[in-house]
């Protein structure tokens, strides 16, 4: 596993709507693997390999995280928030956070982290129900002026965390969901080439899955893949309060979870499973009874329709920063994922009934 590139992704900012600098950071690492490398005007960015083959297969994990953006800044100099993304108000309270600001400096953006603190108000603590805007972000100043000197409206905002190593190959920081998933679409799109793979593949870190999903469907428009790959991250039932009827029965360092459900490939899904067999790959099921609440649901419905297979990266304490992931279950997928990619092919069905 390459630590340094993850710990990059992790530890640099990109909530949903301003993704620009970890996209930065892809650009670079595809330069490594990537025939050529695509942006668009929504902020994807796609690694492709094999631009010129006729079988394109589409991957997809996303690098936009949960988090706040500025809305404005009172006379105290305090900083008010909305929320971007599906955040739990109340874990933010009395947290360290940290805000990106932008700044444009001869045509180029330029980005500085601003330190604050969530204000702890004893009410706030008491109310049932913790909403956006009743979060403020101290962050020092005393004025209003002092404040916009640092922070501007629109700026992101989220939580001060870095990548810390636990236990048993696992790892926690905010937004492994799910830049973990970015992490591994591009090794898998690496390994795959190192291994001849004769498809074209496009390696896309998605923007906007946690707000709009615009990225996923500018991405499907555009290349118009004969199949689709999306890796993100799931629910396990291995922390306290949850519960396997709900989840699937899904565990920390137990392999990578295939999804099953309406939403799916069935073929593609057959053959991941085969793959997994012929490696000794575990492998975890979780049923999606209507949506998957990922980038699968807007990429099979583009164009005539995309067929698509989902695999998730098992992950506790989803949408808070102090998410949990093994670097193992990782690890698999790409393993998983770079066989995948030089297995399919015009010969694999992809039709459930032919």
Known sequence: MD?????????????SGNEEPNQKNVIEYCRSFADRIQTDTVGNVIGVINPEAEYRVLLCG?????????????????????????????????????????????GIPVYTKVAGVCAVVDDLLKKEEVKARDLVIDIGASTKEEAM????????????????????DCITCR????????????????RARENGTANGIYAASTVGEET??????????????????????????????TDPADTGDIRLGAGPVLCKGSRVSKPLNRLLEQIAAEKQIPLQYEVAGEDTCTDADTVMFTGVGIPVVLISIPLRYMHSSVEVACTRDIDQVVELLSAFLCRIGPDIALAPLA
């Open 212 to 241: 709009t999903e615009r990225g996923a469907f500018f991405a499907a428009a555009a290349i118009k893949p004969m199949c689709a790959v999306i890796v993100d991250v799931t629910w396990t039932s291995d922390c306290p309060g």
């Open 149 to 168: 000197a640092a922070v501007s409206v629109g700026d992101s905002v989220c939580a001060d965390t870095v990548v810390r190593d636990l236990l048993g």
């Open 3 to 15: 630590r340094s590139f993850l710990n990059q992704l992790l530890n640099t900012v990109s909530v």
């Open 62 to 106: 996303h690098i936009d995280e949960i988090g706040f953006r500025v809305t404005c800044i009172d006379d105290k100099g305090l900083i008010h928030i909305q929320k971007a993304g599906g955040v739990k108000q109340k874990l933010y309270v009395g947290a360290p956070m940290q805000i990106q600001h932008e700044t444009i400096t001869d």
């Open 175 to 190: 937004a492994l969901d799910d830049k973990t998933g970015v992490y591994a679409i591009l090794e898998a799109a690496k």
